[in-house]
């Protein structure tokens, strides 16, 4: 699918939400509402490409993608949570 598409791009988000809701779902048990889902799920993919391409690590399938993502993700929201009640003490 070309970059440029609607249908690219209605399914990155639909990818990304998914993966900002499992995030939220492995972390804290709930999700993080639909929009919250999808900002978690992108900025968590990003997050797992830079993670990964600093690694070393390389992965030629979509699962492979997918799991990178989510594992982008659940760091993104660890971090996030660290900031987070660091700041109110």
């Known amino acids: 699918m070309e970059n440029n598409t609607i249908g690219y791009w ?52 979509s699962v492979g993608a997918f799991l990178l993502a989510l594992a982008g993700a659940i760091v993104l929201v660890g971090l996030t949570r660290f900031i987070v009640r660091n700041v109110q003490k």
């Open 10 to 61: 209605v399914w990155f988000f639909f990818i990304g939400g998914v993966i900002g809701w499992l995030a939220g779902i492995i972390t804290t048990g709930r999700g993080f509402g639909i929009i919250g889902d999808i900002i978690v799920g992108v900025v968590g993919a990003m997050l797992g490409g830079w993670m990964a391409r600093t690694l070393g690590l390389y992965t030629g399938s």
